[in-house]
């Protein structure tokens, strides 16, 4: 992460690998040690140990698909829909480099209204954070029609387009996964 950026202490945590922020705990696994510490029981104890370590705790898991290992598909399915239910948020990232990127923007102290812009696909953090201060608030974001998001600078049909979207579709449970 110092790479990218990051200031970095190193030191000994009883719980998880890393600490991003206040109250956000990591815990980060390969696709291969996610399959494995379900498979030996390391887990569910990782899971309650970062779940009484923080307000947001996060395990990070790293690879091209969460499905390349020996449990089955619907026992990570499973595993995934548990852990969310305990109130912890999974996220995927294709390498380490990713990880990096994604906690450095966790660490900048992203509103929920920037994150839930940043949702959008095409639309940064900046982007986001752009559009709230033009429009002053999501509401008014919401309330905004595409040719009124675009004249935010960095913002053209594309990005417009994907924050209606965001904003509007009607959410279909089949295809919430």
């Known amino acids: 992460m110092e790479e990218l950026g990051a200031q970095v202490e190193i030191r000994a945590l009883t719980r998880g690998d890393y600490v991003v922020g206040p109250g956000t705990v990591v815990e980060r696994k390969t696709v291969y040690d996610l399959h494995l510490s379900i498979m030996n029981g390391r887990f569910w104890h990782q899971m309650h140990k970062i779940g009484r370590a923080g307000t947001s705790p996060h395990p990070v898991v790293e690879g091209p698909s969460v499905f390349a290992g020996r449990v089955r ?105």
Do not use: M, Y
């Open 73 to 177: 598909n619907d026992g990570i399915r499973g595993v995934c829909l548990a852990v969310s239910d305990l109130g912890i948020a999974i996220i995927h990232s294709q390498d380490a480099r990713d990880t990096a990127a994604a906690n450095r923007a966790r660490s900048a102290s992203i509103s929920p209204g920037e994150a839930a812009l940043a949702a959008a696909p095409d639309v940064s953090v900046i982007t986001a954070r752009r559009v709230l201060a033009t429009f002053g608030s999501l509401r008014q974001v919401c309330e905004a029609s595409v040719d009124d998001l675009q004249t935010v600078p960095g913002v053209g049909i594309k990005r417009a387009t994907a924050i209606a979207a965001l904003i509007h579709d009607p959410w279909n449970a089949t295809s919430a996964h």
